[in-house]
């Protein structure tokens, strides 16, 4: 059968590349300023990033798909550098991207990260609003939705609204009668009890509502830094749901370290969809890849 290889990877957060003013951290950006410098600093490094990028990069994938907190203050700089990164990876066409909530930390952040990430975001047909989106690659349909919304300090909430909805259920259903493989993916993980209240999706109800109406094969999230699985309802059975550890943490902090998904989709003789997951990650202090996980989800 033909194979399409999808590589999921999230959460990079690039650092600031140089301390940021005083003036620029005013409002929540103090608080996440405070926070990278007291913990995730010493748990997150460029390096592991570039490692993991090296590695993902020799895998010769069809598409990659990054499920947001690409940066963490939505500094110019950060948005910059994170331009050059993804650039590096491939062509803009091969590429598919949607925001976390570091990339819309402060008023304004949503429509410069717009511009400076559309080559990664413009679907494949003019729209009024920049999510969702669908972009078909070969026999593949990518539909990204944003979560990221502005929130005060010390809450990473997300949000899935309506309109959203509405234009998530119209791509499904029309990437699904033309026999599509459908992957949506959205930065907050769509499931109750994935994370804590102040860090949980508002819309989780409606997200699966769309799901199980219109059907999907799989569903992509960041946020959590876990390379997790699990399953909500769709049309024609359970649709798999999945995490990835952050692109950029490294192999001895308090969470898995840093790692991508590698997806397989292709179909069989009966003509029915078929998906592996291979899970690669940062396997020792030395910044060896190793396979973490090798599974058929269906």
């Known amino acids: 059968m033909t194979v399409f290889r999808l590589v999921h990877l999230s959460d990079i957060h690039l650092p600031p590349l140089t301390p940021p003013s005083w003036r620029q951290l005013m409002g929540k950006r103090m608080t996440g300023y405070i926070n990278w410098t007291l913990k995730r600093e010493k748990k997150m490094a460029k390096c592991v990033f570039d490692v993991l990028a090296c590695h993902l990069r020799e895998k010769n994938p069809d598409h990659i798909a990054i499920s947001g907190d690409i940066v963490n203050l939505s500094l110019d700089s950060e948005f910059a550098q994170a331009r050059q990164e993804i650039e590096a990876l491939g062509h803009a066409k091969d590429i598919s991207l949607v925001f976390g909530n570091h990339d819309v930390y402060v008023p304004g952040a949503f429509n410069k990260a717009c511009q400076i990430f559309m080559p990664w975001i413009i679907g494949d047909q003019p729209t009024k609003h920049f999510f969702p989106y669908i972009r078909i690659r070969n026999q593949v349909a990518i539909i990204g939705v944003s979560s990221a919304i502005i929130t005060p300090?010390?809450?990473?909430?997300?949000?899935?609204?309506?309109?959203?909805?509405?234009?998530?259920?119209?791509?499904?259903?029309?990437?699904?009668?033309?026999?599509?493989?459908?992957?949506?993916?959205?930065?907050?993980?769509p499931l109750y009890h994935a994370t804590g209240w102040n860090k949980r999706l508002w819309g989780i109800r409606l997200f699966q509502d769309v799901i199980s109406s219109c059907g999907a094969e799989l569903v992509l999230h960041g946020h959590t830094h876990l390379p997790t699985l699990s399953f909500i309802s769709?049309?024609?059975?359970?649709?798999?749901?999945?995490?990835?550890?952050?692109?950029?943490?490294?192999?001895?902090?308090?969470?898995?370290?840093?790692?991508?998904?590698?997806f397989e989709a292709g179909k069989n003789r009966k003509q029915e969809w078929q998906c592996y997951l291979t899970r690669y990650g940062i396997s020792d202090r030395d910044y060896n890849i190793g396979v973490f996980m090798h599974d058929t989800l269906y």
Request: net charge negative; aromatic share 12%; hydrophobic share 40%.
């Open 234 to 262: 769709g049309t024609h059975g359970p649709v798999p749901v999945v995490g990835v550890a952050s692109a950029s943490q490294d192999f001895e902090g308090d969470q898995p370290p840093a790692g991508y998904n590698l």
């Open 153 to 189: 300090p010390f809450s990473a909430a997300g949000y899935f609204g309506i309109r959203q909805a509405q234009d998530m259920g119209f791509f499904l259903q029309k990437a699904g009668a033309l026999g599509l493989f459908r992957i949506v993916m959205i930065h907050h993980p």
